[in-house]
């Protein structure tokens, strides 16, 4: 989850109580993860025996509603890959029930995941007002969703009357002894509280960062029959697009296209398991038979089902003075900026952006320019990128790729972020 700030707290809680306090259902004590932006389109999990995702939609960052463009990718790579996919909501410094329902009514128009399953309300920053999170959470239910409230104990507590609260709905609670690699929670650290439905032990699941939950009650079966993400209770248009969440689609990925093995793949084509190392990685496609490849490096046959492309299939139209665009759900002014064949940074200057950050869905914005715009392609940086490896994988320059995307300091770029080159 991306959060303002990070606080690792102990409290101790016994053993006993924990066991007590969890209800038998089919999920308790399944461990999955939740994604932001900086997770990238498709996110990732951090081991096989996770079973369930939570992907932020967007919120409200105490000045304006935002959009996370990853979240619908998210959750259709998330029930593609046999997960149940949840819902969160930023909402910092929400202080009255009018601003509240017009920010649930925009988020809830666009959730992507089954009717019964989590929509969380993330509570960690900024004013905090009991009455109005208790409305919120009421909206949310009576909507046909789960409603739960993410937060971290210690500012909960100081800033809610959290008692109130989880005496009628679910919460789920962050608190860590340390940033160490956590894949299993350690309960001496659990923050003792009644009503904890999901408990989020760690935001570094894997080298690197990821946060870590683990389900107390089963509430992360909410929206799926038994379990099963392929049966939920109701539809969603993630469903069946979450089957080609690829860039490029199917068996018409080709050779030379730089691809990146899936995390759910599980073995080569000889039957051998492929290892977690490999999975994440760029590499290009040097050999194709049939609906199997051979990646650069790796030279064992692989299905083309268990790689996801980088490769754009598409080329940016044409574009005459005076056109203009109007803002999709999901959209940020990179995006619309590289279909245009211009920068986000002329598009903010036209449009007379003060935040290029926040746009919003059925906004028409005066696109400027006629130019045709190459086929442009796109990289998500992975942990452990740098400029100028990504340079080398793509064949171009730091320059080049500082110039493409606005880039004020070359060193600082974050896993997540969407570039193009």
Same mark, same amino acid.
């Given at each position: 989850?991306?959060? #303002?700030?990070?606080?690792?707290?102990?409290?101790?809680?016994?053993?006993?109580?924990?066991?007590?306090? *969890?209800?038998?259902?089919?999920?308790?004590?399944?461990?999955?993860? !939740?994604?932001?932006?900086? &997770?990238?389109?498709?996110?990732?999990?951090?081991?096989?025996?996770?079973?369930?995702?939570?992907?932020?939609?967007?919120?409200?960052? +105490?000045?304006?509603?935002?959009?996370?463009?990853?979240?619908?990718?998210?959750?259709?790579?998330?029930?593609?890959?046999?997960?149940?996919?949840?819902?969160?909501?930023?909402?910092?410094?929400?202080?009255?029930? !009018?601003?509240?329902?017009? @920010?649930? =009514?925009?988020?809830?128009?666009?959730?992507?995941?089954?009717?019964?399953?989590?929509?969380?309300?993330?509570?960690?920053?900024?004013?905090?007002?009991?009455?109005?999170?208790?409305?919120?959470?009421?909206?949310?239910?009576?909507?046909?969703?789960?409603?739960?409230?993410?937060?971290?104990?210690?500012?909960?507590?100081?800033?809610? =009357?959290?008692?109130?609260?989880?005496?009628?709905?679910?919460?789920?609670?962050?608190?860590?002894?340390?940033?160490?690699?956590?894949?299993?929670?350690?309960?001496?650290?659990?923050?003792?509280?009644?009503?904890?439905?999901?408990?989020?032990?760690? *935001?570094?699941?894997?080298?690197?960062?990821?946060?870590?939950?683990?389900?107390?009650?089963?509430?992360?079966?909410?929206?799926?029959?038994?379990?099963?993400?392929?049966?939920?209770?109701?539809?969603?248009?993630?469903?069946?697009?979450?089957?080609?969440?690829?860039?490029?689609?199917?068996?018409?990925?080709?050779?030379?296209?730089?691809?990146?093995?899936?995390?759910?793949?599980?073995?080569?084509?000889?039957?051998?398991?492929?290892?977690?190392?490999?999975?994440?990685?760029?590499?290009? @496609?040097?050999?194709?038979? +049939? =609906?199997?490849?051979?990646?650069?490096?790796?030279?064992?046959?692989?299905?083309?089902?268990?790689?996801?492309?980088?490769?754009? *299939?598409?080329?940016?139209?044409?574009?005459?003075?005076?056109?203009?665009?109007?803002? &999709?759900? +999901?959209?940020?002014? *990179?995006?619309?900026?590289?279909?245009?064949?211009?920068?986000?940074?002329?598009?903010?200057?036209?449009?007379?952006?003060?935040?290029?950050? /926040? /746009?919003?869905? +059925?906004?028409? #914005?005066?696109?400027?320019?006629?130019?045709?715009?190459?086929?442009?392609?796109?990289?998500?940086?992975?942990?452990?990128?740098? #400029?100028?490896?990504?340079?080398?994988?793509?064949?171009?320059?730091?320059?080049?790729?500082?110039?493409?995307?606005?880039?004020?300091?070359?060193?600082?770029?974050?896993?997540?972020?969407?570039?193009?080159?």
């Amino acid at each position: 989850m991306k959060k #303002l700030k990070k606080v690792a707290i102990a409290a101790v809680v016994g053993l006993g109580l924990f066991a007590s306090a *969890s209800p038998a259902f089919a999920a308790v004590g399944d461990q999955g993860v !939740d994604w932001a932006v900086y &997770q990238g389109n498709q996110g990732q999990f951090g081991y096989g025996h996770d079973k369930f995702s939570i992907s932020q939609i967007g919120g409200y960052n +105490g000045q304006g509603i935002y959009w996370q463009s990853t979240y619908a990718s998210q959750v259709q790579s998330s029930i593609a890959q046999g997960k149940r996919a949840h819902t969160y909501i930023w909402y910092q410094s929400v202080t009255n029930t !009018d601003l509240a329902k017009s @920010i649930l =009514d925009t988020m809830l128009a666009q959730v992507q995941t089954p009717k019964g399953s989590i929509v969380a309300l993330d509570v960690e920053d900024g004013v905090a007002n009991t009455d109005v999170i208790l409305w919120s959470l009421q909206y949310i239910k009576d909507r046909g969703y789960t409603p739960l409230l993410y937060g971290y104990k210690h500012f909960l507590t100081n800033n809610l =009357d959290l008692g109130r609260i989880s005496s009628k709905f679910g919460l789920w609670m962050a608190q860590y002894p340390d940033y160490n690699v956590t894949p299993v929670p350690n309960y001496n650290y659990f923050p003792s509280w009644d009503n904890i439905q999901v408990f989020q032990f760690t *935001s570094t699941y894997v080298a690197g960062g990821l946060d870590g939950n683990i389900d107390l009650s089963g509430v992360t079966d909410n929206g799926y029959k038994n379990g099963n993400p392929e049966k939920p209770n109701t539809e969603t248009p993630a469903i069946e697009a979450g089957k080609e969440a690829d860039h490029v689609k199917g068996n018409a990925k080709e050779v030379g296209m730089t691809v990146k093995v899936n995390f759910s793949s599980s073995a080569y084509a000889t039957g051998e398991t492929i290892p977690d190392w490999i999975k994440g990685t760029s590499y290009k @496609i040097i050999e194709k038979s +049939g =609906d199997k490849v051979l990646l650069d490096g790796i030279m064992s046959w692989i299905s083309i089902y268990d790689v996801e492309t980088l490769d754009a *299939s598409t080329s940016a139209p044409v574009v005459s003075t005076g056109q203009t665009h109007v803002v &999709q759900y +999901g959209e940020n002014l *990179s995006g619309i900026a590289v279909k245009y064949g211009t920068t986000w940074q002329e598009l903010a200057r036209v449009n007379a952006l003060s935040n290029p950050n /926040i /746009i919003y869905p +059925g906004r028409t #914005l005066s696109v400027s320019g006629s130019q045709l715009a190459s086929k442009v392609g796109v990289c998500v940086v992975q942990y452990g990128d740098t #400029l100028s490896s990504i340079a080398a994988q793509f064949g171009t320059t730091v320059e080049r790729l500082v110039s493409a995307n606005g880039i004020s300091n070359p060193n600082y770029i974050y896993a997540g972020q969407v570039l193009n080159f």
